[in-house]
């Protein structure tokens, strides 16, 4: 008998291509994505949760596709690796389904994925229901309850495992939504099913809350004091409804999932790719006003890819805005913000507590965890 943990890996290597380029995400235009300069990460995001298990080589059998899709970062680390499909030069989801099928019918104990929504669901159609899996987050759009709140957080999950933990499993939605209208400013997100996950609520994402804010007057309240702030600086304005309010109390075009830049409040740019943001902003005084995606937490790395570590780290935490409801601060029962920007150095400089407008004059101080979670949700 085999006492080796099996392990099935998957990468879709194109996953999150579409982020950095304002494309909102990837299903369907890869190709355009690469030719305007996207530099795939997914395989790095990969790399980052099986580095928290490399002690455990000796006890793990990756059963993996070939090349990009797995082989060769999994061989890359040193893992014993076998092949059970072949992929071609360029994959899409018709791989990742026969991927997924060759792998689970060698008995794999869990299969881990790198990729997004579309990823998802693509093993969901795959997939037996009791197959367990787990996500590695890669791509733009992650509304599905099967990831890892950070790629850390699942080799983190993986980990418990191989220490002979008791972790459950749990029933968790995989989600996605239109893309074509997504692009187009609207989240149309639907349920497709459910597949088993490892039940770590400290490291695996809840599903995103839908819905957009109603209470006006706290929204135009937020909007005010950071309009108050405004001087004569870049202002970058990410993406999600909070931030929307402070552009319509400007009375400023909105990309509600993209980024746009403003000057001494006047719109100078809209829906920018990560290029064209280092490109504006270079030698610039330059602030950067974000929000938290409700029920995750993530203020970096999810729908705002745009966002480099290379602009973050020349902005500074000291000129990073986050701007929260009250109400969607204490849905997170007390769970950290999420920095996520797949540069882990940068996210551990970027930990400690904010200063968060939650009105005007009216801030809460709030936590931003340490993306390896070792300190804060061991």
């Given amino acids: 008998m085999n006492s080796r943990f099996r392990l099935g890996l998957i990468i879709n290597p ?35 949760a099986l580095e ?19 082989e060769a970062l999994a061989t890359e680390l040193g893992f014993s690796v ?11 989801s018709e791989d990742t389904q026969l991927a997924a099928k060759a792998i689970a019918e060698q008995e794999v104990d869990l299969l881990l994925f790198a990729g997004g929504d579309g990823t998802a669901r693509d093993l969901f159609m795959a997939l037996d229901e009791r197959q367990p899996v787990l996500g590695v987050p890669a791509g733009v759009k992650i509304h599905s309850g099967v990831y890892g709140i950070t790629p850390h957080a699942s080799g983190k999950v993986l980990k418990m495992l191989l220490d002979g933990q008791l972790v459950s499993l749990m029933s968790a939605d995989v989600m996605d939504i239109d893309e074509v209208a997504f692009r187009q400013g609207t989240v149309r997100a639907k349920c497709f099913g459910e597949m088993l996950v490892p039940a770590e609520p400290r490291y695996i994402q809840a599903v995103k809350m839908g819905g957009k804010e109603v209470d006006e007057l706290v929204l135009s309240d937020i ?15 990410g993406s999600g409804s909070t931030v929307a309010a402070v552009m319509e109390e400007l009375g400023l075009d909105n990309t509600l999932l993209g980024v746009d830049l403003i000057e001494n409040q006047n719109l ?47 902005l500074g935490k000291e000129n990073i805005l986050i ?56």
Avoid: W
Avoid at 15 to 42: I, N
């Fill in 14 to 48: 194109l996953a999150g291509l579409g982020g950095s380029v304002a494309l909102k995400g990837s299903d369907g235009v890869a190709s355009e994505a690469l030719a305007r300069g996207a530099e795939p990460k997914a395989h790095l995001r990969m790399a980052q």
């Fill in 223 to 237: 909007a005010a004091e950071v309009i108050e702030q405004m001087d004569d600086e870049l202002f970058i304005m």
């Fill in 52 to 70: 928290v298990i490399l002690a455990y080589r000796s006890r793990i059998e990756i059963v993996t596709a070939s090349g990009c899709m797995g």
């Fill in 82 to 92: 076998s092949v059970v499909y072949q992929a071609g030069e360029t994959t899409g």
């Fill in 323 to 378: 701007l929260a409801t009250k109400t969607k601060l204490k849905a997170l029962e007390g769970r950290p913000l999420i920095v996520d920007s797949g540069d882990p150095q940068l996210d551990a400089e970027l930990c400690g507590y904010y200063k968060i407008i939650t009105g005007y004059h009216d801030y809460v101080m709030y936590q931003v965890a340490n993306p390896d979670l070792s300190a804060d949700l061991s």
């Fill in 268 to 314: 100078i740019a809209s829906d920018l790719s990560a290029a064209q943001l280092l490109e504006l902003t270079q030698e610039r005084p330059c602030k950067l006003v974000i929000t938290l995606i409700g029920g995750q937490g993530h203020i970096l790395g999810r729908g705002n890819q745009q966002l480099l570590p290379a602009l973050i780290r020349r």
